[in-house]
Nanobody, 117 residues
Framework: QLQLVESGGGLVQPGGSLRLSCAPS????????IGWFRQAPGKEREGVSC????????YYANYVKGRFTISRDNAKKTVYLQMNSLKPEDTAVYYC??????????WGQGTQVTVSS
């Protein structure tokens, strides 16, 4: 059982930046595709970005393209989501997901991101 721990959330002003981290509590993220999702109050969870297990394929949702960057540090066994030019509509709980196959996937507990002046 892989356990994921997200960190790096917080309160930031519009236009500011945050870097989220997703790390395993024991185990490794090798062989897993990693996705970042978010869920705002009263809304469904939506995809933000993902990176393939080989790091060759990266996807961004249109609403974060050009502002967010996903990356993987294999030495630190961590996947990052660098979020720049944050907007109030980016406010949500952000979750990372580790996907191996249809039968194997894990979620973290989430980290709150609040963008407000």
């Amino acid at each position: 059982q892989l356990q994921l721990v997200e960190s790096g959330g917080g309160l930031v002003q519009p236009g500011g930046s945050l870097r989220l981290s997703c790390a395993p509590s024991g185990g490794t993220l090798d062989y897993y595709a990693i996705g970042w999702f978010r869920q705002a109050p009263g809304k469904e969870r939506e995809g933000v970005s993902c990176i393939s297990s080989s790091d060759e394929t990266i996807y961004y949702a249109n609403y974060v393209k050009g502002r967010f960057t996903i990356s993987r540090d294999n030495a630190k066994k961590t996947v990052y989501l660098q979020m720049n030019s944050l907007k109030p509509e980016d406010t949500a709980v952000y979750y990372c997901n580790a996907y191996l196959n249809k039968a194997t996937g894990y979620w973290g507990q989430g980290t709150q991101v609040t963008v407000s002046s």
